[in-house]
């Protein structure tokens, strides 16, 4: 996979990149220690999110989460490669009690100029962004998912709540998602109440080995609230 290398794709996010994959050798004897690791390696034509554009260009999204028990500790990220756009880094803790999981989000954007708040988490001036998560899945019984989030601190100051389900439908090795997302309550997504995120995702694996697995990724998303459409396409490598 080759990156395109730019002043803002600095020599920080290459580290973040060796880093992860190194995560992928060690996966396989953690896993005999009870802990799981999970690390993946995306790149967007865009990076969209519950209806929102938050760039302009291209985007390098890596993950990394280890796993013990019910627990689960991780880091998502999302630099941009061109355009505009802040840089995103965002840890979460989670939860699982069965068919429930519970998870809190910190939510960091910066940009060169404010690089040194990650430390602020005052009220009135932190660049952080926190949220509660309850998820309730169908498990074996249907490829099904209802969430809701609150956004109970930092940025949003009208505490907005978002509300999400989802579908998978398998199609041969690929796999269909689909999403709908309400806003019901705040104006982080939207100014107004509605449906912020009504989109179809299609998961196309390319290529797989025994430790490695390289997927194909289009979504055509719809902000009806907004009255804004996307297509965005990436690639994902990570982790079996």
Wanted: charged residues 15%; neutral net charge; hydrophobic residues 40%.
């Amino acid at each position: 996979m080759h990156l395109l290398y730019t002043d803002k794709f600095n020599k920080s996010h290459l580290t973040i990149l060796f880093l992860l994959f190194s995560f992928f050798s060690l996966a396989q004897s953690k896993q005999e220690s009870g802990i799981t690791i999970s690390a993946n390696a995306d790149i967007y034509s865009r990076y969209i999110w519950r209806g929102s554009a938050l760039s302009s260009g291209p985007v390098f999204q890596p993950g990394l989460s280890a796993s013990y028990k019910d627990f689960t500790l991780g880091y998502y990220g999302s630099y941009k490669i061109a355009g505009t756009g802040d840089n995103e880094i965002n840890l979460f803790i989670s939860k699982s009690f069965g068919l429930l999981t519970l998870e809190i989000w910190d939510y960091w954007s910066y940009d060169n100029f404010n690089i040194r708040e990650i430390k602020n988490y005052n009220r009135a001036t932190t660049s952080h962004l926190l949220e509660g998560i309850v998820t309730l899945s169908a498990g074996e019984f249907a490829p099904l998912s209802l969430s809701a989030g609150w956004l109970f601190y930092g940025t949003d100051a009208t505490n907005s709540i978002y509300i999400e389900l989802q579908y998978a439908i398998p199609v041969k090795r690929s796999e269909v998602v689909f999403t709908a997302g309400y806003q019901a309550n705040g104006t982080y997504y939207s100014d107004r109440r509605g449906f912020v995120n009504l989109s179809a995702t299609y998961n196309q694996p390319l290529a797989v080995s025994e430790k490695v697995s390289l997927d194909l990724i289009l979504s055509l998303t719809a902000n009806p609230a907004e009255k804004r459409v996307f297509f965005t396409a990436g690639i994902s490598i990570y982790n079996n």
